[in-house]
């Protein structure tokens, strides 16, 4: 529910609301509900007030222990922001409130242009939890026991980076971040059936991180994007290695709309290969990959299109998680009908 023009008071808002049911085997049952309420005060076109209102009320349940574990999390992020010709600059705080646990966040960065519209440097210092649910969890690793508890993250970095525009196709962003996590998950292979992962808790970990992202774009005909991502984990007092966590990641992504009815497509994954540590205890390094797919939409008529698409054309063989290889090479079909 938003407003699509300004009103006598000068607000924006744009609340959103979700409720998530999860279930997994009838074993474990989780309800989430999220709240999303960001409104911004303009005094001027350029400096205005933004607040940014974030709830999460999860409740989660076992059924053959039953366990229930409460994890809530409402952060408050009011924020002046001012918008200049050559400078912007957004300055507040972040109170949160994790459970029974109250931080206050930075929330201060801005964007300076040393050269209009062509070349501007970027920096801030933020902070914020992020919301960990068996839902979440669960999606980035389908593997994964039902847990014994939930804890969410708290995640602090210092960043700084240039942006450059080079005409009006081709823009490049890279930035460098040092970024400290406090109770973030890793993923285990259980000692028991030597397969599933359950949830090893470590209370911090320091990442440089190193990124990069460029693309280039004809107005809605052809779009090429490509990123890089580079971690490098440290610091940690719970665990030999960041279990799990990739070092590097680089993709890419071509979408060409060669003709009115013709969409062609193509992405690229790669990435280096992740720290597992095994049911017996010892650890080992997995081998990266790569991933290249392609495909292709067919507009048919106003209401029907077609498209075909290949996933894993090298047919490589690499794992995302330890003892899980990913499917080779796929060709997946479809029909689309639009009413």
């Known amino acids: 529910y938003r407003n699509i023009a300004m009103n006598d ?4 808002y744009d609340p959103h ?3 998530h049911a999860f279930s997994r085997e009838n074993k474990a049952n989780e309800t989430t509900l999220l709240v999303y309420l960001p409104v911004e005060k303009k005094f001027s076109d350029a400096v205005s007030l933004k607040v940014n209102a974030n709830v999460n009320l999860d409740n989660y349940q076992q059924k053959s222990s039953n366990l229930t574990v409460t994890n809530n999390l409402f952060q408050l992020a009011p924020e002046l922001v001012y918008y200049g010709d050559r400078f912007t600059f957004h300055g507040g705080l972040t109170p949160a409130w994790n459970n029974n646990d109250v931080n206050i966040f930075p929330n201060i960065y801005g964007e300076a242009q040393l050269k209009h519209n062509v070349l501007s440097v970027q920096a801030g210092w933020i902070g914020q939890y ?12 389908p593997y994964m026991q039902d847990p014994t508890f939930l804890n969410n993250t708290k995640e602090v970095q210092y960043y700084g980076g240039i ?11 890279a930035r460098a971040a040092f970024i400290t996590y406090n109770n973030m998950p890793l993923f285990i292979n259980d000692s028991l059936d030597g397969k599933s992962f359950h949830i090893k808790n470590e209370r911090r970990i320091d990442d440089l991180q190193l990124h990069g992202d460029m693309s280039f774009v004809n107005q809605d005909k ?3 994007t490509a990123g890089l991502d580079l971690n490098t984990y440290t610091g940690l007092l719970d665990n030999a290695a960041a279990w799990e966590l990739f070092p590097l990641k680089v993709t890419g992504s071509l979408r060409w709309n060669a003709f009115k009815e013709v969409l062609f497509k193509a992405d690229v994954a790669a990435f280096s290969g992740a720290k597992a540590l095994l049911a017996n205890g010892s650890q080992k390094t997995m081998k990266g990959g790569t991933d290249i797919s392609a495909g292709a939409e067919f507009k048919i008529t106003k209401r029907i299109s077609a498209w075909l698409d290949l996933d894993n ?3 490589s063989k ?4 330890n003892q899980y290889p990913v499917y080779g090479l796929q060709v997946i079909g479809g029909i689309i009908l639009h009413f």
């Open 9 to 12: 008071l000068n607000f924006i």
């Open 17 to 19: 609301l979700e409720l």
């Open 130 to 141: 992020i919301a960990n649910s068996f839902r979440t969890l669960s999606g980035e690793n």
């Open 163 to 173: 942006k450059a525009t080079v005409g009006n196709h081709f823009t490049f962003n």
């Open 222 to 224: 052809f779009t090429l």
């Open 313 to 315: 054309i090298l047919n």
């Open 318 to 321: 690499y794992e995302l998680w």
